[in-house]
C-alpha cells in the first residue's frame, strides 16, 4: 500500500530533515510500517522513490532487521526470547504456549533472540513494549489485555517515527 496523503507529507518531511535522502530508508520503513502492519512492496518501492535509490536498496535494508515484516502480520506483534537466560527460566514455554493460544490473524507470535531484558527473563515484547518476568499464564494475560484494549499497542514498528 502506499502512504497516505498525511503520511506522505511526513515522509517528504522526514527525508528533508536528512542531507543525503537516502538516510531516511529507515525512519521511512518505521512509518510504512505503522501504516500498513507491515512493508508491502509497494511502499518499499515509494520508500525508494522518495528517498531516490533503487528499490533492492530499500529491500535490501529493510531485510537485514527483524523487526521489519515483509509479510502481513496481525495487530499484535508478539516476541518471545528464548535466548539463554530466557531459555532456562520459562522462555520456551511461554513461547510455546502462546503460539499453540494464538493461531489468528490478529496477534503475530515469533520467536526472538536476546531482547536485552536478561534481568528480567524470561521477557517478551508485545508490539515492541517489554513485558518481563512471564510465566506462560502471565504472557497470556498480557496479551488478552492488549486484545481488550486495556493496555495500548503502538504501531507494530514501535510507533519511532514522529
Ligand atoms: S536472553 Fe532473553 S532477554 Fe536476554
Known sequence: MMFTPENLERARAIVA????????????????????GWLSPEAMREIAALTRVEPAEVL????????????????LVVSVCTNVTCLVTGGPEVLEHL?????DDDVYVEE?????????????????????????EMAEEIVE????????PRGVSGGRVS
Do not use: W
Open 145 to 152: 489485555a492488549y486484545k481488550r484494549g486495556e493496555l495500548i
Open 17 to 36: 530533515r536528512y542531507p543525503r535522502a537516502k538516510s531516511a530508508i529507515l525512519p521511512l520503513a518505521h512509518l510504512a510500517q505503522d501504516q500498513d
Open 112 to 136: 526472538v533472540e536476546c531482547l536485552a531484558a536478561c534481568g528480567g527473563a524470561p521477557a517478551m515484547q508485545v508490539n515492541y513494549e517489554f513485558h518481563e518476568g512471564l510465566t506462560p
Open 99 to 103: 503460539a499453540r493460544r494464538y493461531d
Open 60 to 75: 535490501g535494508t529493510c531485510s537485514f532487521y527483524t523487526m521489519f515484516k515483509r509479510d502481513p502480520v496481525g495487530r
